[in-house]
């Protein structure tokens, strides 16, 4: 199995960025597809984006669009979130996750591994 670490969170102004990044340990990364998600405080973990094993495909949930960019970088057994333009409404607990499956998918069930998760608090 594949251990994933993410990285990079912390605290941030209204319009500014961050890039998370998941390191993966145990196994290569290129057997996976990858995801990142978040959990906001009573909110249920929502889908961000996902990137397909070699980085030839990527899907992103509506309202990340033109904001978050995914890529991978398979060398490194890493994958990364690229968070801009960042809002108060960004806040919460970021999850990057590996999915064994055929073809990208976006429903968090459909995942086999997680992170512990990074915290992003954007302030106003």
């Known amino acids: 199995q594949v251990q994933l670490v993410e990285s990079g969170g912390g605290l941030v102004q209204a319009g500014g960025s961050l890039r998370l990044s998941c390191a993966a340990s145990g196994r290569t990364l290129s057997i996976y597809h990858m995801g990142w998600f978040r959990r906001a405080p009573g909110k249920d973990r929502e889908f961000l984006a996902v990137?397909?094993?070699?980085?030839?495909?990527?899907s992103y949930a509506d309202f990340v669009k033109g904001r978050f960019t995914i890529a991978r970088d398979n060398a490194k057994n890493t994958v990364y979130l690229q968070m801009n333009n960042l809002s108060p409404e960004d806040t919460a607990v970021y999850y990057c996750a590996a999915d064994w499956g055929s073809s990208i998918r976006t429903r968090p069930d459909d995942y086999d591994y997680w992170g512990q998760g990074a915290q992003v608090t954007v302030s106003s």
């Open positions: 990137i397909s094993k070699f980085g030839g495909s990527t």
